[in-house]
């Protein structure tokens, strides 16, 4: 059954700093692969999303994510953090059919 | 830009009341879902939605849940009688089709149960 794995509850770090969100899957088969992230009282907005094709995907606000393979994992990473990134993203997996899986979600706090 | 929006954004109500969750999903979607996420959890998938049929369903949902698509807007989640464990943020989502497509999600309805 496909899992999700998100290594860091919360990621405290400064602005302008780069950060990178952790993100490890376990699936037998190939899956899609999404990052969404949540601002305080909203809903999910995808970030950026894996399909096929090149493992490095952008996604909004400057973010990118890489797809590795042979390690399971999907990191989300950012050069460069503002003020503005404060929220909680969530990893998420999608083999057949309709349901995403999610992962328990990392809160990332940029400090001024 | 189109959204899913969500009523109400937050219910409270006795255990073994029934509660309707609705939910508006864009327009031209076709595919309709329900999560939820019970504090300190993860995101749960529920339910998925098309073409006036359940396609997909989770342990979770068992017969105390129903969903319907009563008018060509709206899309509900009813909860017959609930429990002190139902107590979570409903999320509803919507995508134009299943598989690699986009859900967009709505912001979520916290359901407290009493």
């Known amino acids: 059954a496909q899992s999700v794995t998100q290594l860091d509850s919360q990621v405290p770090v400064f602005e302008e700093a780069p950060v990178e969100l952790r993100c490890n899957y376990s699936?037998?088969?190939?899956?899609?692969l999404f990052w969404y992230v949540q601002y305080p009282n909203q809903g999910l907005q995808l970030l950026l999303k894996y399909l096929s094709g090149s493992t490095l995907v952008k996604g909004i606000n400057g973010f990118e994510a890489e797809f590795n393979k042979s390690q399971t994992s999907f990191h989300l990473r950012k050069p460069s953090v503002h003020i503005s990134d404060t929220a909680e993203y969530f990893c998420a997996v999608k083999e057949y059919g309709n349901k995403l899986v999610f992962g328990a979600g990392t809160i990332l706090r940029v400090k001024s | 830009e189109p959204e899913v929006t969500q009523t109400p954004s937050h219910q409270v109500t006795q255990m073994g009341q029934e509660v309707i969750l609705r939910c508006v999903p864009i327009s031209n979607h076709l595919y309709f879902y329900w999560y939820r996420q019970i504090l300190g959890q993860k995101v749960e998938f529920l339910v998925s939605f098309y073409n006036n049929e359940i396609s997909e369903k989770s342990e979770i949902f068992d017969d105390q849940f129903s969903v319907e698509r009563p008018d060509g807007s709206n899309f509900t989640l009813k909860i017959r009688s609930t429990k002190l464990e139902d107590s979570a943020m409903y999320f509803c989502?919507?995508?134009?089709?299943?598989?690699?497509?986009?859900?967009?999600f709505g912001p979520g309805t916290r359901l407290t149960v009493l």
């Open positions: 989502a919507s995508s134009l089709t299943p598989s690699a497509d986009t859900q967009y």
């Open positions: 699936s037998s088969v190939s899956v899609y």
